[in-house]
């Protein structure tokens, strides 16, 4: 800072370090130097604990979890120093120069989840906002985001729930789509709901990049059967020739699985849903048909090739047909 090099500090206030200068042959240079003071008393920290009825929020009855890792990151995400919960479960990071910080926790204790996040009185939710999973599904670690501290001002509100795993909460989800003029109608059935939380569906024009459309309340617990639906409105999206469909289902963990994809056509009365998806042996196809006729299936593989064929008799109307003897069939079909 200033205009007289030689007077300035020229250390990184988080790292400590100078930048790089160049010495040539016999020359010294008498201006790095670094300026050091006491903080002006910035900080941040608080609780980490165990959400038992994942609401994102701390309850009278709900204990701290001691032993996580708290990392302070600068603004750029950068780690800068760590401290572990204590026996109650707060951090603190005290005397802090102002500036913008972030706290990523880690090692969390076996089998646990982040709960839902910034719901509620900030002074008492969930602050995690960015989680990275190991393979087994598990969080690694989750940081929150960017705070800004003042001189002086200390931030206790700085918390991250976790939550019990619980395992995902319906043994099957299957979906169809039909389309009547520019509404698609969307239906999924599921079996043995167990603590699921809503579901979500997804559209997409091209099967790859899909976005949400619709989010639906789950019943949460059941057993057997339970049906659902959803009106969409594509009247902006009827110059696509196929428009497809998913539905997300959401457990209250956080944790989720996805239907088969389905699809509906605007540019033809006859629509088609095949599932499961992926399938092991047998696909059952849903063909709304517009009149009497004989259907032709084809199944290709990734590079084009032909590797199944069959000739149907269909009717006018919705036809479910079962095509079976299908578990010899490689992978990416």
Request: glycine share 10%; net charge negative.
């Amino acid at each position: 800072m200033g205009s007289d090099d030689g007077l300035d500090s020229d250390a990184d206030a988080i790292t400590g370090r100078t930048g790089t200068v160049t010495l040539s042959a016999g020359e010294y240079n008498p201006t790095l130097d670094a300026g050091i003071y006491i903080p002006q008393g910035a900080g941040l920290g608080d609780y980490v604990w165990l959400d038992l009825n994942n609401d994102g929020q701390q309850d009278a009855n709900e204990p701290g979890v001691p032993g996580v890792t708290a990392i302070l990151n600068d603004g750029g995400g950068n780690p800068i120093k760590s401290t572990i919960t204590d026996a109650s479960g707060y951090y603190t990071f005290p005397n802090l120069a102002p500036g913008i910080y972030s706290v990523t926790f880690t090692t969390l204790p076996y089998q646990r989840l982040f709960a839902f996040q910034n719901t509620g009185n900030d002074a008492s939710d969930n602050d995690v906002s960015s989680i990275v999973n190991l393979p087994n599904g598990y969080p690694q670690s989750g940081t929150t985001g960017n705070y800004t501290l003042a001189a002086g001002e200390y931030n206790p509100t700085i918390d991250a729930g976790i939550s019990n795993a619980i395992p995902l909460g319906v043994s099957s989800i299957l979906a169809q789509a039909t389309l009547r003029e520019h509404l698609s109608t969307v239906r999924w059935v599921t079996r043995d709901e167990k603590n699921v939380h809503h579901f979500e569906i997804e559209r997409s024009t091209d099967a790859a990049t899909f976005t949400k459309v619709a989010t639906h309340v789950a019943v949460g617990n059941t057993q057997g059967e339970q049906g659902y639906q959803i009106v969409d409105d594509v009247i902006d999206l009827m110059g696509e020739t196929i428009i497809y469909y998913r539905v997300k289902v959401v457990d209250i963990d956080g944790r989720s699985m996805y239907s088969n994809t389905v699809s509906v056509r605007p540019g033809s009365s006859e629509q088609i849903s095949a599932y499961p998806s992926p399938f092991s042996s047998s696909v059952l196809l849903e063909y709304l048909s517009d009149t009497d006729s004989e259907l032709e299936i084809v199944m290709t593989d990734l590079s084009g090739r032909k590797v199944y064929q069959s000739n149907q008799e269909v009717k006018e109307g919705m036809n479910r047909l079962t095509l079976e003897g299908l578990g010899a069939l490689a992978n990416g079909i």
